[in-house]
């Protein structure tokens, strides 16, 4: 058998709104909405983002997405004040790792997103 996607609920945290703005801002489209979930997708990155606010769960939660130009990312979302705007920590500029370049963000509700542009 096999698996044809992954799609994780994402917990929103306190403020759904908030949370559902942010990911907009990153790039993520809305596939649908219905009352206190969304699909959201880029690519073939796709997640959905689910009203709950269980701060202990999400920060404990960490995902990683790929993406070619990591350097233009970060350019992109620090030009918006995305970490002001949202009031959300920024963990430091793109930085090398074994596997590759990334940049981590922690969400609103205190997920670690890693968004990585591997080695090639």
């Not at 993406?67 to 990312?73: E, H, N, P, S, T």
Request: aromatic residues 14%; negative net charge.
């Amino acid at each position: 058998m096999t698996f044809l996607s992954l799609e994780p609920f994402i917990p929103s945290g306190s403020d759904f709104h908030k949370s559902k703005q942010l990911f907009q801002e990153l790039g993520f489209e809305i596939e649908w909405e219905e009352g206190e979930l969304i699909g959201f997708r880029n690519g073939s990155c796709k997640f959905i983002l689910q009203k709950y606010d269980n701060k202990e769960f999400a920060q404990n939660l960490m995902l990683v997405i790929k993406l070619k130009d990591i350097d233009g990312f970060w350019k992109d979302i620090t030009k918006r004040n995305l970490p002001e705007k949202f009031g959300i920590p920024l963990i430091g500029q793109p930085t090398d790792q074994p596997y590759g370049r990334e940049v981590n963000i922690i969400d609103a509700a205190g997920v670690c997103w890693h968004f990585l542009e591997e080695k090639v």
